[in-house]
């Protein structure tokens, strides 16, 4: 026990990251086909107008942060009920062509879905 | 008169035989394989058409129009129409009336393909023919002389397209290039073959005048074979490079043309139908001008030419691919193709490849329908939905069946308004649809509050609390099988809802409503409709000021709707109307347009920045749009303030 360290804020064991465990192979692919993903300042404009926001989870700030981290599965859960409807892509401070990275992550992290996720009546 | 020839026969005839017969068999062969690519509906359309007398007459007229007199580019561009109806009627009028000298003087000839064409070197003419025979060659003399100075202006096009009006004009492939010299060719050979012979085969004023002007110069026997045979090889090579060219276009317009007026639509991007709009694409290159990308850098490469000329030629996957999602499905350029191709629509279908194997969404969160604040309160279900039991069915068709052409039904289908209140349609019940991009303008939903309130509606705002997706984004992504899972959402909602008359405020939620949506009787108004049947009927009234307002159309409700007149009229009612310099069917898309995937957003700026110079143009103190996505877009660039037209008016409002 190392009382200096344990001071209130300490990590619990089940909210850790482990990067080591994460695939970062898709998320290379990613980067590479959309360079913008990496201009994302996490500022949550695209969260707050999402269209489908209003009724599910999906929140494309969250989803890049967990997608650089190597959290696929739940992104690819999220990204079920987007829309496509573009209202992401108009409020991006960074200018950031949200619709295309969106329709990129599903390429690459969809396809081929051998079980297409069917939760999405968050 | 009489054969010259013994027997009326001479090898030169071979090159032109050979192509003759080459570009049927491939006409045919072409022409098979398309029809048995389509699906077996638009087969069916395809014969009914043939033995209907009004299609018939259809057929009949626009092919005159159309594909000989051009009638369509001389209104846009009168230089350039008449060379092209000087090439195309020329030639069709040389063609025909050679026909008919051969079959008036030598009868028994004209079973031989090429008589007619090379009749001047086979017969002598006599003094006996008489007057009938000056008047054919008159008649011929004329229309060669009309296809020639087609001819001159095609030629000088090439090397300065301004003369004839044009900005830029398409790259020619080497492919063309062949094509078009032999082209090029054909007719001064022709002239001088029968000038040459003109001693013996007669001529017009055009053929005898150069006979008399180079007798003098020729010996009695001269060997005039050599010009003939490269008459000969210069028409033979033109229908060997044919389907390889652009030329192609010429015999498949007409074909185009039966098709289209039969109902047939393409239902993917490379076989049965768009084949035949991509043969009938003659590379004109009035697509070019008309695009907004092309203020963007290297933004002409993404011109629809392009992008038809890909999918022809198979000009590799991924340029295709980078065209076709660039595009901001503004439909300029399907607006200003002289041959009505819509290449928006090919590009769509292209674009749909991308969800192949993709897993289905359906966007099971919505809020059930009775819960829905639109519909509650709400048991008698809805007046205008009686007898609308196939509706479920009927939306889902848009999307077909995984494997099956996924097509959205492109043309619109009427909706007509419930009967019993034709007149009176401010007197029911509405429900108000905002659409998500309203959402980041609210001044246009809270204006149109103001305006249902001031004229006493009794309506329902089916998103206040935000809503789903029309489904259209999808769409113009390529995706409708997502887009028919919304589609059916929201339908249930608005049925559940008793309203007679949807209001919409975004044109791009009213042209998938329109044309996607199967709502039974329910009245589907865009505002700026609904806004102008109030002032209308008096229900609203307004002040007019001095203002001058400049007016700009939407893509999706202009060119997309038709609606050019009721938003005019409102402008007019509260303002002065300030026109575009490109206004209407030629009005230039915001740049904010969801149709492109892969445009940036200082790409997009480019476009943006074009459009709010041409609205500048009458100097105007406010600009004013119809559309959510235009008016934010502007927002962002305009020095001049932009609002809605529903701004406007509720800032205008007297009661
Ligand atoms: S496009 Fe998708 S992520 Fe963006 S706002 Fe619309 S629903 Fe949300
Ligand atoms: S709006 Fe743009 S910058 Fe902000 S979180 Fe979303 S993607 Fe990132
Ligand atoms: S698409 Fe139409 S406008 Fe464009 S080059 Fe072809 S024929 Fe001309
Ligand atoms: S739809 Fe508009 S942006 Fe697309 S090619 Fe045509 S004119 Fe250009």
Not at chain 2, 76 to 90: D, Q, R, T
Not at chain 2, 220 to 233: G, H, K, M, Q, T
Not at chain 2, 459 to 478: E, F, K, Q, T
Request: charged letters at 20%; glycine letters at 8%.
């Amino acid at each position: 026990m190392t009382p200096d360290i344990n001071f209130g804020f300490g990590l619990s064991k089940s909210s850790r990251i482990n990067l080591d465990n994460a695939d970062n192979e898709k998320f290379r692919e990613l980067a590479a086909r959309e360079p913008d993903i990496l201009k994302c300042m996490a500022c949550g404009s695209c969260a707050a107008s999402c269209s489908a926001g209003n009724f599910t989870e999906l929140n494309l700030r969250k989803i890049i942060l967990m997608l650089t981290r190597g959290a696929e599965k739940e992104t690819v859960r999220q990204l079920e009920s987007c829309m496509f409807c573009g209202k992401c892509i108009l409020v991006c401070p960074r200018g950031i062509n949200t619709r295309h990275l969106i329709k990129s992550i599903r390429e690459i992290y969809c396809r081929p879905c051998a079980e297409p996720e069917t939760g999405n009546g968050i | 008169m009489e054969d010259r020839i013994p027997g009326g026969y001479d090898n030169f005839v071979i090159p032109f035989l050979a192509g003759m017969a080459f570009i049927l068999a491939y006409c045919i062969a072409k022409l098979i394989g398309i029809i048995m690519h389509m699906p077996s509906d638009d087969r069916k359309k395809l014969l009914l058409s043939l033995v209907n007398p009004r299609i018939i007459a259809k057929n009949i007229a626009d092919i005159f129009s159309d594909c000989l007199l051009h009638v369509k580019i001389f209104r846009k561009n009168p230089k350039l129409g008449y060379m092209h109806m000087s090439i195309a009627f020329g030639w069709f009028m040389l063609i025909v009336i050679g026909h008919m000298e051969v079959a008036e003087f030598m009868p028994e000839k004209l079973h031989t393909f090429y008589y007619p064409i090379f009749f001047n070197y086979f017969v002598l003419k006599t003094a006996d023919s008489g007057t009938a025979l000056a008047v054919y060659e008159f008649l011929m003399d004329f229309f060669l002389l009309m296809v020639l100075s087609g001819v001159g202006i095609a030629v000088f096009k090439r090397f300065r397209s301004s003369i004839v009006g044009m900005k830029r004009t398409t790259r020619p492939l080497t492919r063309d290039r062949i094509a078009m010299y032999a082209l090029w060719a054909i007719f001064p050979l022709r002239l001088i073959a029968e000038a040459s012979v003109a001693g013996t085969g007669g001529g017009g004023f055009l053929a005898m005048s150069i006979y008399k002007a180079i007798s003098p110069l020729m010996p009695e026997s001269a060997n005039v074979l050599p010009i003939w045979w490269a008459y000969s090889i210069s028409l033979g090579i033109f229908f060997f490079m044919l389907p390889y060219s652009r030329y192609m276009h010429i015999p498949t317009e007409a074909v185009l043309i039966m098709f289209r007026n039969a109902g047939i639509r393409a239902t993917n991007a490379e076989t049965g139908f768009s084949l035949l709009e991509q043969y009938s694409c003659s590379t004109c290159g009035m697509c070019i001008d008309a695009c907004p990308m092309t203020n963007i850098a290297e933004g002409e490469k993404n011109a629809s030419v392009y992008f038809i000329r890909n999918l022809r030629y198979g000009g590799g996957k991924s340029s295709t691919k980078s065209i076709a999602n660039a595009c901001l499905m503004c439909n300029k350029c399907v607006a200003a193709c002289p041959v009505g191709i819509n290449s928006c629509e090919l590009k769509r279908r292209y674009r749909s490849a991308d969800y192949d194997g993709m897993p289905a969404r359906q966007y099971g969160f919505v809020p059930s329908m009775e819960t829905h604040p639109a519909t509650i309160g709400n048991t008698a279900g809805n007046p205008c939905m009686e007898d609308h039991g196939n509706r479920i069915s009927a939306s889902y068709a848009i999307a077909g069946t995984k494997g099956q052409s996924r097509g959205v039904d492109s043309k619109p289908h009427k909706t007509a308004s419930c009967k019993q209140n034709e007149d009176n349609v401010y007197n029911k019940k509405a429900i108000y649809f905002s659409g998500c991009m309203t959402q980041l303008t609210p001044s246009v939903s809270r204006s149109m509050e103001r305006i249902f309130k001031a004229a006493g509606i009794d309506y329902s705002y089916m998103d206040r609390d935000g809503g789903l997706c029309c489904g259209r984004p999808l769409m113009l992504a390529g995706n409708d099988r997502d887009a028919a899972s919304l589609i059916e959402k929201n339908t249930g909602i608005i049925e559940t809802s008793g309203a007679e008359i949807l209001v919409l405020s975004c044109p791009i939620c009213y042209k998938v409503f329109k044309e996607n949506y199967r709502l039974g009787n329910i009245r589907i108004m865009h505002h700026t409709e609904y806004i102008n049947g109030l002032i209308e009927s008096g229900r609203i009234k307004i002040r007019r000021t001095d203002e001058k307002l400049a007016y700009h159309d939407p893509c999706e409700l202009g060119r997309g709707c038709g609606i050019y007149d009721e938003p005019r009229k409102i402008i007019s009612a509260a303002g002065h109307l300030a026109e575009a310099s490109e206004n209407r069917e030629s009005s230039i898309c915001c740049g904010g347009s969801l149709g492109s995937i892969t445009l940036t957003y200082d790409q997009r700026s480019k476009v943006t920045q074009a459009a709010l110079e041409s609205l500048a143009c009458g100097s105007p103190d406010r600009i004013v749009t119809a559309c959510p996505l235009c008016l934010k877009t502007f927002g962002t660039y305009s020095a001049l303030p932009v609002e809605d037209i529903a701004f406007t008016v509720a800032r205008s409002l007297e009661n």
